[in-house]
């Protein structure tokens, strides 16, 4: 097991090494794209514009990449665990992006990502803790079972969130990285303050946010990349594998309070799992002034980019800009509650 | 702008809240419920109280969000903003 300067080096080189292989990955990858036709509307812009999607390819090698160094630097599964989960949901995605799943397959797919991530506790029998430590009252007792249950669930759901949020320009990439910024503080303090938990698993937390940070310089408005649901689902994936390893799932659940609203938002609204490219009516509309205006229609879709326009019509980039302050909000949250479950 | 976020500050902040709180009470006291069983019958009406509770629990964020959301989309689709043109 390393130790001192040599697992700082290795810290360092877990968040280096994905951040560089997008930076230089990324742009020829786009050219290849564009050059291939593989290009999407971007529908909020008016007229609107082309952009190569998906991205996903690139930020999922970004991403793995980064767990096997953090695999083979700390000796450790975890990395492994979480991009074997990544990896499953990288795949659905991709299925997604070439030949467009229905709304419940899809879901239902994910769980396979979970399935694969538990499974490899056969391997690894302290993979997980089968508890849940909360702010100041401490730990449950463990239930192994109905934790596994969860823990399978929660691959679908939070990737569908994750999913969900990648609609407008540098909204997916600025919420995974607050998002994985948070959880990031979570593990490290969870590290700090708990003896003999791994620093492998603080390790495999900076891809996520190394691949986000490097996504955004190419996602932010005005967009010259869309991951495309096979980025969006990893993205998710990563997330959830990562907040179960590393032992902070109410922190991780706050970070993400957005996406799960806007997931239950539209879920519920919707009656149900439709791909958003089937549903009849739309939650927002452009004025002819550019700007984003709510939906008035009774049965449109109650999304939370709805619920930010009937505050009042925006732009797409102040729109977004919102969001990232709904987002902070919960982030904030989330590490004041990694500080009250380990510090305190 | 940042305060005509404040209601949705606001339904986050609960929504949050209502998390912690069911999450505590699902892990403390809905799964371990009960003594062992030692009969089918016993087990089987704790298993169906258990889902119960769960549902139960469920159906109160359900019922808090929806609830919260109706009210704030009410309020504002009165004063809705319309396109220039």
């Known amino acids: 097991m390393p130790s001192g300067l040599v697992e700082f080096g290795l810290l360092l080189l877990s968040f280096a090494v994905p951040l560089l292989a997008v930076l230089i990955g990324l742009p020829p990858f786009l050219g290849f794209l564009?050059?291939?036709?593989?290009?999407?509307?971007?529908?909020h812009k008016n007229p609107p514009t082309k952009v190569p999607e998906p991205a996903g390819p690139i930020l999922f090698l970004a991403a793995l990449v980064g767990e096997i160094v953090v695999a083979i630097g700390f000796r450790s599964w975890v990395p492994v665990a979480v991009i074997l989960g990544a990896a499953v949901a990288f795949a659905v995605g991709l299925t997604d992006d070439l030949f467009v799943l229905g709304g419940k397959t899809k879901p239902l797919l994910l769980l396979l990502a979970g399935v694969a991530f538990v499974s490899l506790v056969v391997i690894v029998p302290g993979l997980y803790q089968p508890l849940i430590t909360f702010p100041i009252l401490g730990d449950t007792a463990p239930h192994f079972?109905?934790?596994?249950?969860?823990?399978v669930v929660a691959f679908p759901v939070v990737s569908d969130a994750f999913n969900m949020m990648d609609a407008f320009n540098g909204e997916i990439s600025w919420f995974t990285f607050l998002a994985s910024l948070a959880l990031l503080v979570g593990v490290s303090v969870h590290a700090a303050y708990r003896s003999g938990f791994s620093l492998a698993r603080v390790g495999a937390t900076l891809p996520l946010v190394a691949v986000a940070a490097g996504f955004l310089l190419f996602n932010r408005y005005p967009s010259k990349a869309f991951d495309g649901d096979s980025g969006s689902l990893m993205f998710g994936a990563m997330f959830a594998g990562l907040a179960i390893t590393g032992g902070v799932e109410i922190a991780a659940i706050i970070a993400i309070v957005p996406a799960i609203l806007n997931s239950f938002y539209t879920l519920s609204s919707v009656r149900g799992f439709v791909e958003r490219r089937k549903m009849l009516s739309r939650p927002t509309y452009i004025g002819s002034n550019g700007l984003l205006y709510p939906s008035t229609e009774p049965g449109a879709p109650n999304t939370l980019v709805r619920l930010v326009l009937?505050?009042?019509a925006l732009s797409e980039k102040d729109l977004v800009k919102n969001l990232i302050y709904l987002t902070m909000a919960a982030c904030l949250f989330s590490v004041a509650i990694s500080v009250l479950t380990w510090v305190i | 702008m940042k305060m005509k976020l404040a209601p949705l500050f606001g339904i986050e902040a609960v929504a949050f809240l209502l998390i912690i709180g069911e999450t505590y009470l699902f892990f403390n006291f809905v799964v371990p419920l009960g003594p062992i069983p030692h009969s089918?019958?016993?087990y089987t009406g704790l298993a169906l109280l258990k889902l119960a509770l769960i549902i139960a629990l469920v159906a109160v964020w359900f019922v808090v969000m929806i609830g919260l959301t109706r009210f704030y989309v009410g309020e504002k689709l009165r004063n809705a903003p319309k396109p220039s043109s």
């Not at chain 1, 564009?34 to 529908?43: F, I, R, V």
């Not at chain 1, 079972?145 to 823990?151: G, Q």
Request: aromatic residues 8%; negative net charge; proline residues 0%.
């Open chain 2, 40 to 42: 089918l019958t016993v």
């Open chain 1, 310 to 312: 009937l505050a009042g």
């Open chain 1, 145 to 151: 079972i109905i934790y596994t249950v969860l823990a």
């Open chain 1, 34 to 43: 564009a050059n291939k036709g593989w290009t999407s509307d971007d529908a």
